[in-house]
């Protein structure tokens, strides 16, 4: 047999990866939806590569073979497009992370790459601990990162348990984030990274991201942005200088709750008060290539591309549930059995003119609908029931077609309280912190018209009127299965 020589398949990668550069490129030229569509599946891909299926395989493979050993070789030491095992890459996930980085830069004008991961959890650990390191020069200085409180529950327990607690990386929290000064005085020669949610879930905290890029920046360090909440459809914040994003992809984005994923997202060159060439250089890729590959976060062909399909119309989504969720705030904001209603997109939110610089819906202003920038909120609200704990419960208990369900982003309505169910386990103080009382109800609006929501929400809230509550269950399932519970 002739050999080939690793040189010929390191050739043909290069000419590869040259074509490929080329079409991310052309892509970048689309508008938005057209890249949520298309992403960076082609039909020359389609054609050479997947018998011209025009949508987005699914490799259900653990690994790659190769012609020869050259190949191999060559393949190993990253030298030509390769995917070679699952835990590392995968084709599916190699257009899931193509889309969204595309998404998340989009008129940015910066080259951005992307690595998914499992959740939005793995998302975030994947993002924070590369900086979380020990100094070589200095390898005994404490390490400390400054936040925000107002986070998601379970980001609240990754920073305050696993890293604050159990390795005594300790979280300067930021009561305030507003202020700029109250970022500024918690930084040392220390602090490792600033980190913000935004708008944060449920509170709809807010920052100014470009002030507070700038003050990383000052410092030397990196801005890490969730910007789960906000959906690339509303916010980009690699635009205002943030350098790293973590998706939980898992929300808005997968919006037929068919998995769970997540993503990181930077931009190239990233600042860090670390000594890492290649990880400030291109940080999602070295995320994938090296701590990743060695830790396993990453996410499963499948949910990849369920999670792609359903990004494809982000955008318009976003403008419908977003509409729809102010619809049902400005409802809220006059019933007698509400105390208050926090809503971005509200005129009274003590944040709406701070949002109202940063959340637009993307491409507005060529959408023959609307001609001009126009904001949106998105779907996201909370409102609080005058009255205790009980009655709130009460209130929750009695919907009928919003779903009780600790989850958001979905197609269809659903509800929480956050006390007792996301942000149970931070405690009374924590909660305090995340600003998060007894009486809040979280409400993430789907795409069903809001006269059936507003009438749920209604009926509910008769409770505090005194009005009993009584569901009743069929006996059979409508599919025909029997739920056993025949006890009336
Ligand atoms: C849900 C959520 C997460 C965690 O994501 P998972 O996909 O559930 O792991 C992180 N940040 C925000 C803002 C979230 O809403």
Redesign the pocket.
């Known amino acids: 047999m002739n050999k080939k020589g690793t040189d010929f398949y390191i050739k043909a990668g290069q000419r590869a990866m040259e074509w490929h550069k080329a079409n991310i490129e052309k892509m970048k030229k689309c508008r938005f939806d057209t890249i949520a569509v298309h992403g960076i599946y082609s039909m020359q891909e389609a054609l050479n590569f997947n018998q011209g299926s025009i949508i987005e395989p699914i490799y259900m493979s653990t690994s790659q073979t190769y012609r020869d050993s050259d190949e191999m070789e060559a393949a190993l030491s990253y030298q030509i497009p390769t995917w070679c095992y699952s835990r590392i890459a995968n084709p599916s996930m190699y257009y899931y992370e193509g889309v969204l980085a595309l998404l998340e830069g989009y008129k940015t004008g910066l080259d951005t790459s992307c690595i998914g991961t499992a959740?939005?959890?793995?998302a975030?650990q994947s993002a924070v601990d590369p900086f979380l390191v020990v100094d070589k020069k200095n390898p005994n200085a404490p390490m400390n990162f400054v936040s925000t409180c107002q986070l998601?529950g379970?980001?609240f327990q990754q920073f305050a348990i696993r890293k604050d607690q159990e390795k005594n990386i300790e979280w300067r929290k930021v009561l305030n984030p507003t202020d700029i000064n109250d970022w500024a005085t918690k930084i040392d020669k220390n602090t490792r990274f600033l980190y913000g949610?935004l708008p944060s879930?449920p509170s709809q905290g807010f920052f100014d991201i470009k002030m507070l890029a700038d003050l990383a920046h000052s410092h030397n360090l990196p801005l890490i942005i969730?910007s789960?909440?906000a959906t690339p459809a509303l916010l980009r914040p690699l635009n205002y200088g943030a350098d790293i994003i973590v998706q939980?992809?898992?929300?808005s984005l997968f919006t037929s709750g068919f998995g769970?994923?997540?993503a990181v997202i930077s931009r190239k060159n990233i600042t860090s008060n670390i000594e890492n060439d290649e990880m400030k250089a291109d940080f999602a890729t070295y995320l994938k290539l090296l701590p990743n590959r060695d830790n396993g976060p990453n996410i499963s062909p499948m949910n990849a591309i369920l999670a792609l399909n359903d990004m494809r119309t982000i955008r318009s989504r976003m403008d419908l549930v977003s509409r729809t969720t102010k619809t049902i705030a400005d409802f809220l904001v006059t019933h007698k059995h509400i105390e208050g209603v926090d809503y971005l997109g509200l005129n009274n939110h003590p944040l709406h003119e701070l949002a109202k610089k940063y959340l637009f819906l993307v491409d507005s202003e060529h959408d023959e609908m609307y001609k001009e920038k126009v904001n949106r909120y998105g779907h996201l609200m909370s409102f609080r029931i005058k009255g205790d704990a009980q009655a709130t419960r009460n209130v929750f208990d009695a919907f009928n077609r919003i779903y009780r369900a600790t989850d958001?982003g979905r197609i269809k309505s659903v509800a929480t309280i956050p006390a007792i169910s996301t942000h149970q386990q931070q405690g009374e103080e924590g909660r305090k912190l995340a600003g998060i009382p007894a009486n809040l109800i979280r409400l993430c609006v789907g795409a069903e018209h809001p006269d059936d929501i507003i009438e749920d929400i209604n009926q509910a809230l008769e409770v505090l009127d005194g009005k009993k509550y009584q569901v009743t269950f069929p006996e059979y399932s409508a599919g025909g299965a029997s739920s056993g519970n025949f006890e009336k």
């Open positions: 959740s939005g959890m793995a975030i998601y379970g980001t949610e879930n969730d789960t909440v939980s992809v898992t929300k769970i994923a997540g958001l």
